[in-house]
């Protein structure tokens, strides 16, 4: 995958070092030529750039990133200003970084769903999660155990749980099932939101665009969402 990620922070930085380690393409950008020295030998390439500027950000391959994360956070202006941009040129898929409540409740407006927390998700949980397909967020439990939440596997959508093999196949439980459902803002902006639908039975139906809560170990649940 190709990733853009905007800010070399304490938190950008180990982000986008964890995403080349990964094997992803990474570019790296920062207004600061110290960072961008500093991070050119870890990060696939690195460049010095103002993003909350649209003429410094218009000469991005933004187009060519499957996901822009915005991990600016020393100015909320500057990363509220760099996401409006990112939302401006298109990007396919942009994470917001809020520091505040009244920047998360900015950045909603705006109509970014994906946001970042750097104070309470590591960017090793968040490099995990934006690079394996059907993975929405994990809680470890040990270093082999976790619980995680996962889109509905295409190959299973519409069957009652008792039909799949997810059990006895990949030794995984089924803990509950979140339905998405839409809201909208304050600005009239759809936003999506997690529903949960209680514990999971042997006759619960697998609904597409629903997600999954399961338990189980780390290498299996990397096998189901091979």
Do not use: W
């Amino acid at each position: 995958m190709n990733f853009l990620v905007v800010g070399l922070g304490n938190f950008g930085a180990a982000l986008a070092v964890r995403l080349t380690q990964l094997g992803h393409e990474v570019i790296g950008v920062d207004s600061s030529m110290s960072k961008v020295e500093m991070l050119k030998n870890d990060i696939t390439h690195t460049i010095c750039a103002n993003c909350a500027d649209i003429h410094s950000a218009k000469e991005l391959p933004v187009k060519d990133a499957d996901v822009v994360i915005i991990s600016i956070g020393e100015h909320e202006g500057n990363s509220i200003m760099a996401t409006a941009i990112m939302k401006q040129l298109n990007a396919k898929r942009i994470i917001g970084r809020a520091v505040s409540e009244t920047q998360e409740t900015v950045l909603n407006a705006m109509g970014i769903d994906e946001i970042v927390h750097p104070e309470q998700d590591s960017a090793e949980k968040l490099a995990k999660s934006i690079t394996t397909e059907g993975l929405i967020d994990s809680f470890e439990l040990s270093d082999e155990y976790s619980i995680v939440k996962v889109d509905v596997p295409e190959r299973y959508e519409g069957m009652i749980l008792n039909e799949t093999d997810i059990r006895s196949g990949y030794n995984i439980t089924v803990l509950a099932m979140i339905s998405k459902a839409y809201k909208r803002n304050f600005l009239g902006i759809k936003q999506s939101r997690m529903e949960v639908k209680g514990i999971a039975k042997a006759d619960t139906v697998l609904s597409k665009d629903a997600i999954m809560v399961i338990f189980g170990n780390v290498m299996d649940i990397e096998k189901f969402l091979e």
